[in-house]
T-cell receptor
Framework: AQSVTQLGSHVSVSEGALVLLRCNYSSSVPPYLFWYVQYPNQGLQLLLK??????LVKGINGFEAEFKKSETSFHLTKPSAHMSDAAEYFC?????????????FGKGTHLIIQP | DAGVIQSPRHEVTEMGQEVTLRCKPI?????LFWYRQTMMRGLELLIY????????DSGMPEDRFSAKMPNASFSTLKIQPSEPRDSAVYFCASSFGSSLGYTYGYTFGSGTRLTVV
């Protein structure tokens, strides 16, 4: 069975500071990994995903994440936070490896941007 | 492409009533997923279909919940009778799969916010 742990239900950073959202996963098969963002009262928007190949994945809005198999981690980073980044962020792992069995989500991290 | 379309966006109903949520997947996608989001439990997979056939419904909370996919462009999630604890945001997602068992283009709809009073 797959599982995802997101460390910190709330993360607060100053505008312009580094954003680091942590995600660790458990998977019995090579994982597909995803980061989604959810703005208030909206759906889930894909930020980036890792399937195979390059372990550093670049996504939209300046975000990137690095797949580290030895650490079973897929942390999300952004060099400089903007006020518009304030949202809920979800890390997810595919069930069954290829995504065909659906996604298992972490509990989410609420990102707060301080002016 | 209009994306995954869900209706209604908001639904308020009284306890005991039947509720039907609707989803139109992206054309060409052969996988369809229903998720539920609550504060307590986060995002949970309820059921998913492949080529209109239900593959895994182990996430469906109880017999009051049922889902159908009569054709490739339409799916419903029905709750009968509804209860206050069913209040949540329900998301539909679709993707397309390869013969190797991988899926691509995983896309979520905007969700239906259900309130049962």
């Amino acid at each position: 069975a797959q599982s995802v742990t997101q460390l910190g239900s709330h993360v607060s950073v100053s505008e312009g500071a580094l954003v680091l959202l942590r995600c660790n996963y458990s998977s019995s098969v090579p994982p597909y990994l995803f980061w989604y963002v959810q703005y208030p009262n909206q759906g889930l928007q894909l930020l980036l995903k890792y399937t195979t190949g390059a372990t550093l994945v670049k996504g939209i809005n300046g975000f990137e994440a690095e797949f580290k198999k030895s650490e079973t981690s897929f942390h999300l980073t952004k060099p400089s936070a903007h006020m518009s980044d304030a949202a809920e962020y979800f890390c997810a792992v595919s069930s069954g490896g290829g995504g065909a069995d659906g996604l298992t989500f972490g509990k989410g991290t609420h990102l707060i941007i301080q002016p | 492409d209009a994306g995954v379309i869900q209706s209604p966006r908001h639904e308020v109903t009284e306890m005991g009533q039947e509720v039907t949520l609707r989803c139109k997947p992206i054309s060409g996608h052969d996988y369809l997923f229903w998720y539920r989001q609550t504060m307590m439990r986060g995002l949970e997979l309820l059921i998913y279909f492949n080529n209109n056939v239900p593959i895994d419904d182990s996430g469906m909370p109880e017999d009051r919940f049922s889902a159908k996919m009569p054709n490739a462009s339409f799916s419903t999630l029905k709750i009968q009778p509804s209860e206050p604890r069913d209040s949540a945001v329900y998301f539909c997602a679709s993707s397309f799969g390869s013969s190797l068992g991988y899926t691509y283009g995983y896309t979520f709809g905007s969700g239906t916010r259900l309130t049962v009073v």
